[in-house]
């Protein structure tokens, strides 16, 4: 028997069994059945995690565009005069993405593929952190800056 790489904890094992769940595509549209190794002891989290995706797959991505929106939006703000409205709404939707990525830990195929599903998360949870945090400092730049 050969040795396959699970998708939920990206090791080698001949113990893998193939799969078929219903997944939808990176934009979180399109949802078809398609096959996937995993080990028997992470059959039953893979199968939740799909059922996530799949069901909060496009509230994720719409959430994501508008506070991609929200964000452009202040620092056009930012940059046209209304520092403070401007950062507090970049910073603010900066945060939000992040709380929002901790909640819907969604990563790229690539690096699914490349770490494994239980991986992927904790690394894209982590980043979430990190936008958190990156959006209190941009929040807090109106008044850590000298005025000019």
């Known amino acids: 028997m050969s040795r396959r790489r699970c998708i939920w904890s ?4 001949e113990r893998v069994r193939e799969v078929r ?3 939808r595509d990176r934009f979180g549209r399109n ?7 995993v080990l028997p002891e992470h ?8 059922e996530h995706g799949l069901r909060y797959g496009p509230r994720f991505f719409g959430l994501l565009v508008l506070s991609l929106v929200v964000l452009l939006a202040g620092a056009a703000l930012a940059v046209t005069g209304s520092t403070r409205l401007g950062l507090t709404l970049a910073g603010g939707s900066m945060v939000f993405q992040g709380l929002l990525i901790w909640r819907y830990p969604f990563s790229t195929p690539e690096t ?3 770490l494994g599903v239980a991986r992927s998360i904790r690394v894209v ?3 979430g952190i990190v936008n958190i ?7 807090a730049l109106d008044r850590l800056l000298p005025r000019v």
């Open 10 to 13: 990206h090791v080698l094992d």
């Open 133 to 139: 945090v990156m959006g209190f400092l941009v929040m």
């Open 31 to 37: 949802p078809g059945e398609r096959s996937f190794w």
């Open 112 to 114: 699914v593929q490349m």
């Open 125 to 127: 949870r982590a980043l």
């Open 21 to 23: 769940v219903v997944v």
């Open 43 to 50: 059959e039953a989290e893979f199968r939740d995690f799909c």
